[in-house]
């Protein structure tokens, strides 16, 4: 199999760029600062099983849960509709091609090297689909653990393992719905390689600014590590 005959370098840079950024987006938020939104929000979480414990209403937390699950299988099947109508473009790939060749803004560019811009928005999505799947199998787990907490107002060790694991497991599954939704961002910024490699480049990084601007500067962002803040000093003054 041999690779299109346009395809450059500067091509390349671009596939490589749009999944470093991807992968790497949590990592460098560690480095830099507090982590993401959904890593500082654990301990929330751990509260929350905890207090859910305590509650003369549990149903309450079902709900909770139960919205939680609903978003991550609508995500699911909006990604498996998407990528059903992107692999039905393989098949007209002829078609596509020659409608495209007639944009004035679409790159110039080899049937082989359509497909392979199209595989890399199928490979993302492909990617997205999978990490919401996780989520839910990861969300099922955490009915199983929460259902399975006991009701008690005193402390053990064995019932504080025991909320710690759910709290864990919960937000592993908000991580892996995370990690899909990024790899929406980047599957929109894919589709500018129809343009060429550079201009896949400008929006790529341009997604990776936005989204760490929203984890960092924004009125949420700061709302939500004031609260952490709080949450880390009442657990503090308990010990």
């Known amino acids: 199999?041999?690779?299109?005959?346009?395809?450059?370098?500067?091509?390349?840079?671009?596939?490589?760029?749009?999944?470093?950024?991807?992968?790497?987006?949590?990592?460098?938020?560690?480095?830099?600062?507090?982590?993401?939104l959904n890593a500082q929000l654990g301990i929330?979480?751990?509260?929350?099983?905890?207090?859910?414990?305590?509650?003369?209403?549990?149903?309450?937390d079902a709900i909770l849960l139960n919205q939680i699950i609903s978003s991550v299988a609508f995500f699911?099947?909006?990604?498996?509709?998407?990528?059903?109508?992107?692999?039905?473009?393989?098949?007209n790939v002829t078609s596509v091609h020659a409608v495209l060749s007639q944009l004035h803004?679409?790159?110039?560019?080899?049937?082989e090297l359509l497909a392979a811009n199209l595989s890399v928005v199928v490979l993302i999505l492909g990617i997205s689909f999978f990490a919401f799947t996780?989520?839910?199998?990861?969300?099922?787990?955490?009915?199983?653990?929460?259902?399975?907490?006991?009701?008690?107002?005193?402390?053990?060790?064995?019932?504080?393992?025991?909320?710690?694991?759910?709290?864990?497991?919960?937000?592993?599954?908000?991580r892996s719905?995370?990690?899909?939704?990024?790899?929406y961002y980047y599957a929109v910024a894919a589709l500018f390689l129809l343009l060429g490699p550079v201009p896949c480049i400008i929006p790529t990084?341009?997604?990776m600014a936005m989204l760490f601007y929203r984890q960092t500067l924004t009125t949420t962002a700061r709302a939500i590590g004031t609260y952490v803040d709080a949450v880390n000093q009442e657990e503090n003054s308990r010990k």
């Open 134 to 174: 996780y989520s839910l199998r990861k969300l099922i787990y955490t009915v199983a653990l929460s259902g399975g907490l006991p009701d008690q107002a005193e402390e053990t060790p064995q019932f504080t393992i025991q909320i710690e694991a759910t709290a864990t497991v919960l937000t592993e599954a908000v």
């Open 76 to 91: 699911g099947s909006a990604s498996l509709i998407v990528l059903a109508a992107l692999l039905g473009t393989f098949a």
């Open 44 to 60: 929330v979480r751990l509260r929350w099983m905890r207090l859910s414990t305590r509650r003369a209403q549990r149903p309450f």
């Open 1 to 36: 199999m041999s690779l299109p005959p346009d395809l450059t370098s500067l091509h390349l840079a671009a596939f490589a760029l749009l999944f470093a950024a991807w992968w790497l987006y949590s990592p460098i938020l560690s480095l830099f600062g507090r982590g993401t």
């Open 205 to 207: 990084c341009a997604v």
């Open 177 to 183: 719905f995370n990690n899909g939704i990024r790899g």
């Open 105 to 111: 803004f679409v790159a110039p560019m080899s049937i």
